[in-house]
């Protein structure tokens, strides 16, 4: 089984940082609210990348999350999504918190897939706070056979 560890820089996949325009366009090429909020979101959600002969896998840490607060989409045909929001508990009488350390707040990842990742089959399981989205890889296209013509003598 070949299993390789896919850095950021890796051809295969990329993280994709889209920044949306908030502003009506007044000042083009600087960072909107929008993209700052995205980008700490994104940094704050680390993912394992592996991949086998017949699928990629993504693996997310969602500890104490619930499968309807999760989220796993396909954008713009070959762009994986994975969003969601993790809330704070509700503060019960007399009670205090003496420390916060878990994250709470909105989380999301985008990669571009291959070309040869089949959108149509993506699988999202989430067991014991580990999700694990896997897509399938399309097969390789069969190579073309040679056509014969046939010589006609004139």
């Known amino acids: 089984m070949d299993i390789r560890f896919l850095g950021l820089d890796s051809p295969l996949f990329h993280l994709f940082d889209a920044a949306e325009d908030s ?4 000042s083009v090429g600087a960072p909107t609210s929008t993209y700052y ?23 997310i840490d969602m500890p104490g999350l619930k499968s309807g607060d999760i989220k ?32 709470v707040g909105k989380f999301m990842r985008k990669f571009v897939l291959p070309e040869n990742a089949n959108t149509e089959a993506i699988k999202a399981v989430c067991h014991d706070g580990v999700l694990t989205v896997t ?11 040679p056509r014969t013509i046939e010589v006609q003598i004139a």
């Open 23 to 26: 502003d009506g366009g007044k």
């Open 37 to 59: 909020r995205d980008a700490k979101a994104m940094a704050a959600t680390p993912a394992d990348i592996k991949e086998y002969p017949k699928a990629y896998e993504f693996v």
């Open 72 to 103: 796993v989409q396909v954008e713009d045909g070959n762009v994986l999504l994975i969003s969601g929001e993790r809330k704070r508990e509700q503060e019960k009488e007399g009670q205090k918190y003496v420390r916060m350390e878990r994250r």
């Open 135 to 145: 897509v399938e890889k399309l097969p390789p296209p069969e190579p073309k056979k």
